[in-house]
């Protein structure tokens, strides 16, 4: 981020004060001169932190209730073991199929 | 903030200030510390039926007729004569105004139970759709006990022949839709077991274990949404069935070798045979959550199976036998749903048996969670969270405002205080109110926790009847300087002369008017009710 001043008429004008090296930023030393300071200004210098174009920002569907009943699932669910997985995932048909047992 | 008591001095700073964000409705509450139902009419002559409740809108009241076949339904107004005495304070009100006829204006009467069936209107059940004015309100024939079970239907649970539920439109009485259940039982005291949400309503059958969402339309039609019991998706009986189809029918030659009832004519098979079926629906989602959550607390695959032995199933028939007791949203997709054993489910005493809490997602058909009545993570999550149990519709919005302890400091601290002396029946005692009843608390702000303070054991914002008692009761300002501001008495300062006789009583407050009935019924006699009106004089 980098510092930006601006010059701008001083809102002070000619006010008295006790020390006259006081205000010297927002103020010439030489009254002819126009001063105008404008408040500092930040500009940012990267864009790392900029939200994406097409961000959307919506309410979260699920109140706070179920988030917390969610996120106690899933908590359950990273603390336990992970099994290895079966080699044949998915079925040779590819789908389910009823199976065929006599009585 | 210097708060001023005086109705004056707080409408002028009204002008004046902006209320902090969010608090505007409660701000505007403040006002009802100035405005109290101070005065009672004892014993108001009115006609003789069940003042069932006000709508959560104040627009109408419902009654039903002493003999359970008609709703009749009142327009709150407000009684309106003038003084034209120099001293008006000091004149009592004139016997004209002394009237139930003053406060509520009679707008129809419809006949919903016919006088030649045995069925009656279930006194203690009526639901408001408020975005429409619609009511919801059913009737039923007596109730059979002792029934034998038969199909899916469970064996201990009584039924009713029919029971039938009338969607009204309030403006004018209409009846827009029915949805009719033959042998089947539903708990209808005081809506428990049927839950409104927005448009979508939840039926628990006890009978036949299933749970029923409809929509209502705006159109006024009631339409079937899903049955969530046997079966979770739309398609998995047409699944199932053509699956039965093709176990019982792997080879067509040997048709004539099933029975004789299974088979017609080699077709289709309305459902598999009881006593070969495997667990299905709602009831395997369930067994499956609760073996994947056992089996996964033994993380030694070694010594697993011991521990499922043990954990699961030892108690594997107790699981199977679990029933839907009772149903409600958490939100338009979750429901919470109570489990527990037949004898609990006709139970009054329900608390005393064990019940499971089962969080279900209706999109997935899955459940999410599963916990025990007593469960101490349930319980923090209702301590923290109690208004997201109290799923009240988007379009409600005083009941958004109701005073619980998970919105209201001293509610809170109440039942701190009490769980600090029996922490695990408190809990266990706080969790059997889950799943919530729908619209069983009126959004009155003299019940506003932060206004009153109030003797919960008398009166509350429930609507259940209460034990009658002949000291007033009394509504003291929570705020400095603590004073009593009204008394609600459900008799004259004489009181009963008979105090043997048991009474209860009953309380419809109106949502924003400083109105309110108080009922009282002497009970195994058949005396009418007394009806005293408390309002703004």
Redesign the interface.
Same mark, same amino acid.
């Given at each position: 981020m980098r510092v930006v001043w601006h010059l701008m008429g001083s809102m002070l004008g000619d006010w008295p004060s006790c020390d006259p090296h006081n205000f010297s930023k927002l103020r010439r030393a030489d009254p002819s001169i126009p001063s105008r300071m404008m408040p500092a200004t930040y500009h940012r210098t990267h864009s790392r932190t900029l939200p994406p174009p097409d961000q959307v920002i919506t309410t979260e569907a699920? %109140?706070?209730?179920?988030r917390?009943?969610?996120r106690?699932?899933e908590e359950? %669910?990273d603390?336990? /073991?992970k099994r290895a997985a079966t080699k044949h995932l998915i079925p040779e048909h590819g789908c389910k199929q /009823?199976?065929?047992?006599?009585? | 903030m210097f708060r001023r008591n005086n109705i004056a001095s707080r409408i002028f700073q009204r002008q004046i200030y902006t209320p902090a964000p969010g608090t505007s409705v409660y701000c505007a509450r403040r006002f009802y510390e100035n405005l109290v139902p101070s005065c009672t009419i004892y014993d108001v002559e009115c006609p003789d039926q069940s003042f069932r409740k006000f709508t959560d809108d104040g627009q109408y009241l419902i009654s039903f007729s002493r003999n359970q076949q008609d709703l009749v339904v009142y327009r709150p107004t407000w009684l309106s004569f003038s003084c034209k005495e120099e001293d008006c304070d000091a004149h009592d009100l004139p016997p004209k105004a002394k009237r139930f006829e003053s406060f509520f204006t009679h707008l129809y009467s419809v006949s919903l139970a016919s006088c030649n069936g045995n069925e009656l209107i279930c006194k203690d059940f009526f639901l408001y759709v408020e975005s429409n004015q619609y009511g919801i309100i059913a009737t039923s024939t007596p109730s059979i006990h002792d029934a034998a079970a038969n199909g899916a239907a469970i064996q201990g649970v009584p039924y009713v022949e029919k029971l039938t539920f009338h969607l009204i439109r309030l403006e004018d009485g209409v009846i827009l839709d029915v949805k009719v259940f033959h042998n089947d039982f539903v708990n209808l005291t005081h809506n428990m077991g049927v839950f409104l949400y927005d448009d979508l309503l939840a039926i628990a059958s006890l009978r036949n274990q299933t749970i029923h969402i409809l929509q209502i339309r705006d159109s006024g039609n009631l339409v079937d949404v899903r049955a969530i019991g046997a079966f979770c998706r739309e398609d998995d009986e047409l699944f199932l069935n053509s699956n039965a189809q093709c176990i019982a029918f792997p080879d067509k030659s040997k048709l004539h070798q099933l029975p004789g009832n299974n088979v017609q004519n080699g077709t289709h098979l309305s459902q598999p045979n009881q006593e070969d079926s495997l667990l299905s629906g709602i009831k395997q989602r369930l067994l499956s959550f609760i073996f994947q959550g056992i089996s996964n607390e033994e993380k030694d695959p070694a010594l697993r199976a011991q521990w499922l032995k043990k954990k699961f199933y030892f108690r594997f028939q107790d699981y199977v036998d679990l029933i839907i007791w009772k149903v409600q949203f958490l939100d338009r997709q979750h429901l919470l749903i109570k489990f527990g054993s037949v004898d609990g489910g006709v139970s009054r005493n329900a608390d005393q048996h064990t019940a499971f809490l089962a969080v279900y997602n209706m999109e997935t058909t899955e459940i999410v969670a599963f916990y025990q009545n007593s469960a101490e993570e349930l319980y923090l999550l209702f301590e923290r969270f109690c208004d997201h149990f109290h799923t009240a519709s988007k379009n409600s919005v005083s009941m958004n405002f109701v005073s619980s302890h998970s919105n209201n400091i001293h509610a809170l601290e109440q039942i701190r205080s009490v769980k600090s002396k029996a922490s695990s029946q408190f809990m266990k005692k706080m969790l059997g109110s889950l799943p919530y009843s729908c619209q069983s608390l009126s959004p009155s702000p003299y019940f506003d926790q932060s206004l009153f303070r109030f003797d919960e054991k008398l009166i509350s914002a429930s609507d259940r009847p209460r034990q009658s008692t002949d000291h007033p009761i009394k509504f003291i300002l929570r705020r400095q300087p603590c004073s009593l501001k009204f008394k609600i008495k459900l008799g004259p300062e004489a009181g009963n002369a008979d105090g043997r006789t048991k009474k209860i009583a009953s309380f419809l407050f109106h949502p924003f008017l400083p109105l309110a009935l108080s009922i009282q019924q002497t009970l195994f006699l058949q005396q009418p009710s007394v009806v005293n009106i408390h309002f703004r004089g």
């Open positions: 699920k %109140n706070i209730l179920l917390h009943i969610y106690s699932a359950e %669910n603390l336990r /073991p /009823p199976r065929a047992t006599s009585y | -």
